[in-house]
């Protein structure tokens, strides 16, 4: 069984920064595909950003040079640094592991952090 636990979430002001967390347990980290989405009142969920196993990054269009991805195979954590942050930034943030088994997508998701911008 893999868990996902997020952290690092908080009410920051415009323009401040904040660092997301998310601990992998499980022996998928290394082979999964791992990412943060957001969630938003009233929106759907959307990807922020994805990295893969093997370094490659994804990012929305509305993050690009603000946001960073890492991963931390040793740890099993995957973090998201979030600079510049606009009030429109303001959604609960999930975590994300994908991978393939057995031919099927398998995934698996954090419980959610808010992160709230505000002054």
């Known amino acids: 069984q893999v868990q996902l636990v997020e952290s690092g979430g908080g009410l920051v002001q415009p323009g401040g920064s904040l660092r997301l967390s998310c601990a992998a347990s499980?022996?998928?980290?290394?082979?999964?595909?791992m990412g943060w989405y957001r969630q938003a009142p009233g929106k759907q969920r959307e990807l922020v950003a994805t990295l893969t196993p093997g370094g490659s990054t994804n990012y929305a269009d509305s993050v690009k040079g603000r946001f960073t991805i890492s991963r931390d195979n040793a740890k099993n954590t995957v973090s998201l640094q979030m600079n510049s942050l606009k009030p429109e930034d303001t959604a609960v943030y999930y975590c994300?592991?994908?991978?393939?088994?057995?031919?099927?997508?398998?995934?698996?998701w954090g419980q959610g952090t808010q992160v709230t911008v505000s002054s």
């Open positions: 994300n592991a994908d991978y393939i088994r057995g031919g099927n997508r398998v995934e698996y």
């Open positions: 499980g022996t998928i980290f290394r082979i999964a595909a």
